[in-house]
């Protein structure tokens, strides 16, 4: 289970750095296209974001949760999962007025 604070990927402009380690780099765009499709609010919308562990080629599906507040995603195949927190007003909230 991933648990992240998604302020913790991101400089003092807002954006994922690119001197950060490249493990860490990835998981924040990883972070960051979950962001960007789970704040559309579009739940029909079909999975296209790959799972990030080693070897599996499954989709993610992320879901908003605790009052729109965090985002909950989990693996459609190997089931690795997590929560976002402190995502919201970042540059790929598309709600930003929530
Ligand atoms: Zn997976």
């Known amino acids: 289970m991933y648990i992240t604070n998604f302020q913790h990927y991101l400089d003092e402009e807002g954006n994922i750095p690119t001197d950060i380690p490249k493990e860490a780099r ?3 765009n990883f972070l960051a296209l979950l962001i960007d499709d789970a704040s559309t609010g579009d739940y029909d919308a079909e999975p296209t974001i790959r799972c990030i562990e080693k070897g599996c080629e499954g989709l993610i599906v992320p879901t908003l949760v605790e009052d729109e507040t965090e985002i909950y995603w ?7 999962k997590g929560v976002i927190t402190n995502w919201r007003g970042t ?6 007025d929530f």
């Open 26 to 28: 990835e998981l924040g």
């Open 74 to 80: 989990v693996c459609v195949k190997c089931k690795t």
């Open 91 to 96: 540059k790929w909230d598309n709600n930003p």
